[in-house]
């Protein structure tokens, strides 16, 4: 990992009311630098939520996943790129990577590549008819994402090792479907707990439910700081 302390954890606010999200981050405080806007939330909140994250120096990860014909990706990708945003994710489609890259231009966004989500398994990939299994699928939408320039992947921790291994630390890797030991896993079909992310190479982990469901946020992102470490 190769984050600092406050930075290791994106605290995902999956909230659809903004005063929600807002009363965890200032509860929360200088523990965590990074949050994330899902499509939850910027559906109800809209850029006021991202702006409103920006002023207070906190870095914003936007996850909204865009996949469409590679101009409109790329339009978009501009206008996020003005806002200061941190990290945005994309489809690992190699034309969608290609027309993003080139429309965030020398700012500082970086793109980060979903290679598959965590709450599918090889059982999903065999409904969608892909016969390769789910460790090939991840290899192969990485090599792309790197050959395009992209800075990052949105990868599970039990994909983490292979592609840490074969690429080294030239590529940024977001592990979301993070559990701390003994929690409910949810619809994660591949979720991982904070240490075993952090082993198989995650530089930073998504954790959402552990904490904005908690009595006690802070104390929950202190165990998985304490964990991590």
């Known amino acids: 990992m190769k984050t600092n302390d406050n930075e290791a954890i994106i605290c995902a606010l999956d909230f659809k009311d903004p005063r929600e999200a807002k009363n965890l981050v200032e509860e929360l405080g200088d523990m965590v630098r990074i949050y994330k806007v899902g499509m939850l ?15 207070r120096n906190k870095k914003v990860f936007l996850d909204m996943k865009y996949y469409d014909i590679p101009e409109t ?10 806002k200061g945003i941190h990290f945005l994710t994309v489809h690992g489609n190699s034309k969608i990577i290609q027309h993003a890259m080139q429309a965030k231009g020398n700012s500082p966004l970086k793109l980060l590549a979903v290679t598959l989500l965590t709450s ?27 050959d395009y320039g992209c800075e990052g992947v949105i990868a599970s921790g039990r994909e983490a090792e292979i ?11 977001i592990t979301p479907g993070i559990r701390p030991s003994g929690q409910v896993i949810h619809e994660h079909k591949r979720a991982v707990t904070p240490r075993e992310a952090v082993n198989s190479g995650a530089d930073y982990l998504v954790v959402g439910r552990p904490i904005y469901q908690s009595s006690d946020p802070r104390k929950v992102v202190q165990e998985i700081k304490s964990e991590i470490n």
Do not use: H
């Not at 990706?73 to 003005?82: D, I, M, P, T, Y």
């Open 41 to 55: 939330l910027q559906f109800n909140g809209g850029l006021d939520i991202i702006s409103w994250l920006l002023e």
């Open 73 to 82: 990706v790329g339009s978009v990708v501009q206008e996020v790129a003005r």
């Open 120 to 146: 599918m398994d090889a059982e999903d990939l065999q409904e969608l008819g892909v016969s390769c299994s789910v460790e090939d699928l991840v290899f192969n939408r990485v090599q792309k994402a790197l």
């Open 163 to 173: 592609i840490r291994n074969k690429f080294g630390n030239n590529i940024i890797i």
